[in-house]
T-cell receptor, first 116, second 112 residues
Framework: AQTVTQSQPEMSVQEAETVTLSCTYD???????LFWYKQPPSRQMILVIR??????QNATENRFSVNFQKAAKSFSLKISDSQLGDTAMYFC?????????????FGTGTSLTVIP | EAQVTQNPRYLITVTGKKLTVTCSQN?????MSWYRQDPGLGLRQIYY???????DKGDVPEGYKVSRKEKRNFPLILESPSPNQTSLYFC???????????FGPGTRLTVL
């Protein structure tokens, strides 16, 4: 079975600073997809960023970027210029490619607090 | 407005009383899925569906049933709910499984 590990249950960062959330995963597949989702206090699940394993270039979405290390099976999320609205639970997620199954696996989450 | 809807949003029930949580999407998505979220465990997939009449088990399917008779609907059925099924449930959909998933607002279920 695939597993996704988020080793930081809680983190905090000062407003305007940079923070990195870690995620590691375990798979024997070569093609797969990785995601970071944000869950604010409203409980709504919101996609932050998506990475396809066959793409070597790290995905970036405005202040959010990832450091994808395929050999190390690591997928960390960097949030630059942190804002109060970034306070949320962040989940890392993994999915195999279409031909090898379509089951999603989520990590246990990292609760991020942005301090004014 | 493109969205995934779930009903009810909140439900308190008693052990053994059958219940259904509905999920509907208006985006013509192929893939739909159910998750439960529990403190310290993150989200765990219950069932997913690649298309009409095609469903597969996720990580925690025991005690749940699903059906996909129409593309837009994917109800979650608890035939005999038990207290360990008290949780926050999310339905999600995507064009295909590898695409971004769009989540519903969640259903808070309490089984007494």
């Amino acid at each position: 079975a695939q597993t996704v590990t988020q080793s930081q249950p809680e983190m905090s960062v000062q407003e305007a600073e940079t923070v990195t959330l870690s995620c590691t995963y375990d798979t024997s597949e070569n093609n797969y997809y990785l995601f970071w989702y944000k869950q604010p206090p409203s409980r709504q699940m919101i996609l932050v960023i998506r990475q396809e394993a066959y793409k070597q270039q790290n995905a970036t979405e405005n202040r959010f970027s990832v450091n994808f290390q395929k050999a190390a099976k690591s997928f960390s999320l960097k949030i630059s210029d942190s804002q109060l609205g970034d306070t949320a639970m962040y989940f890392c997620a993994f999915m195999n490619s279409f031909n090898t199954g379509n089951q999603f696996y989520f990590g246990t989450g990292t609760s991020l607090t942005v301090i004014p | 407005e493109a969205q995934v809807t779930q009903n009810p949003r909140y439900l308190i029930t008693v052990t053994g009383k059958k219940l259904t949580v509905t999920c509907s999407q208006n985006m013509n998505h192929e893939y739909m899925s159910w998750y439960r979220q529990d403190p310290g465990l993150g989200l765990r997939q219950i069932y997913y569906s690649m298309n009409v009449e095609v469903t597969d088990k996720g990580d925690v399917p025991e005690g749940y049933k699903v059906s996909r008779k129409e593309k837009r609907n994917f109800p979650l059925i608890l035939e005999s709910p038990s207290p360990n099924q008290t949780s926050l449930y999310f339905c999600a959909s995507s064009p295909q499984g590898t695409d971004t998933q769009y989540f519903g607002p969640g259903t808070r279920l309490t089984v007494l």
